[in-house]
C-alpha cells in the first residue's frame, strides 16, 4: 500500500493569493541558471506587480528565473501577511520584523513538514509520540516567531527524524548519505530503501528508479532525471526537490501534500 499524504500539512502549501509577496522581496539572488539578475536581501523584485504578483509570471523560465518556478515558503508567506492584519512591508513600521518572521516562519514550516510524514510513515507508536511533542512544540513556535530559536529545535529533530527514516527503512538499504552522486548513471542501483539523505545527485540519472522508502532528506535533486521512477513512497521529500528534478507522465509522484 503506498503512502497516503499525511494529515495536518494543509497549512504548508504556499497561497501566493493570500501572501504580500514576501518571497520576492525578502530572499537574495545572484544571477546563475537559476535567476536572470542581482537582488539583495529586502529589496523587491523588479518584476513584482503593485498587487503582489507576477508580472512574468506565465515566462519565467523563459526570462531566466527558473529559481523562481520551483520554490516553495511551505505556507509561510500567507502565514505571517495574516498575522499583520492587512498591514504589509511597505509599512517601514512593520517591515524588519516582518521580515525577520518570513525568513523563521519558513524554517518552522519546512519542519512542520517533515514532521507531519514522521508521525504517519512512523511503525513505533513510543517514538511517534516523541515526533507528535516536538510537532506542537515548532508549530507553537510559528505562532509567535519573535524570539524563536530555529536551530535549536531544528538540531533536536534531526536525530529524531534519523530514528524515523532507520524504523522505515528497515536495514537492507544501501546507504549513500551526504555522497557525491552528480552525474552518475543510478538506474541499475537498488535505491529502494536507501538513505539518500543530504546526497548531491545533481543530473543523476534515476529514470526507472524505485525509491520507495528511500530517505530523500535535503538531497539536491537537481536536474536528476526520475522519468518513469516511482517517487510515490519515498520518505522525506518536498515539493522543491520534485519540482527542480526532471519528471514527465510517466513518474509516479507522491501524492500532494
Request: hydrophobic share 45%.
Amino acid at each position: 500500500m503506498r503512502p497516503v499524504a499525511p494529515a495536518g500539512r494543509e497549512h504548508l502549501a504556499a497561497d501566493c493569493a493570500a501572501c504580500v509577496g514576501l518571497c520576492c522581496v525578502v530572499p537574495a539572488f545572484a544571477p546563475s541558471a537559476d535567476f536572470a539578475i542581482d537582488k539583495p536581501a529586502g529589496t523587491p523584485c523588479p518584476n513584482l506587480g503593485d498587487h503582489f504578483g507576477c508580472t512574468i509570471h506565465t515566462e519565467l523560465p523563459e526570462r531566466g528565473f527558473r529559481g523562481c518556478t520551483v520554490y516553495d515558503c511551505f505556507g509561510a508567506g500567507q502565514r505571517v501577511a495574516a498575522s499583520y492584519a492587512g498591514r504589509d512591508w511597505r509599512d517601514p513600521e512593520v517591515r524588519p520584523a516582518m521580515f525577520a518572521d518570513f525568513e523563521v516562519v519558513e524554517r518552522l514550516h519546512e519542519l512542520l513538514w517533515y514532521l507531519a510524514e514522521a508521525h504517519a510513515r512512523c511503525p513505533d507508536a513510543a517514538l511517534r509520540e516523541e515526533v507528535d511533542g516536538l510537532r506542537r512544540q515548532v508549530e507553537q513556535a510559528a505562532q509567535a516567531p519573535g524570539d524563536v530559536e530555529v536551530l535549536r529545535l531544528q538540531l533536536r529533530a534531526d536525530p529524531l527524524l534519523g530514528e524515523v527514516s532507520a524504523a522505515v527503512r528497515g536495514t537492507g538499504g544501501v546507504d549513500h548519505r551526504g555522497h557525491d552522486l552528480a552525474g552518475r548513471d543510478l538506474r541499475a542501483d537498488d535505491l529502494a530503501g536507501a538513505s539518500l539523505r543530504g546526497a548531491v545527485l545533481l543530473g543523476a540519472d534515476l529514470r526507472g528508479q524505485d525509491l520507495t522508502d528511500a530517505d530523500l532528506l535535503g538531497a539536491d535533486l537537481r536536474g536528476a532525471d526520475l522519468r518513469g521512477a516511482d517517487v510515490a513512497g519515498a520518505l522525506f521529500w518536498t515539493r522543491l526537490q520534485l519540482r527542480a528534478a526532471v519528471t514527465d507522465a510517466s513518474t509516479v509522484l507522491p501524492a500532494a501534500g
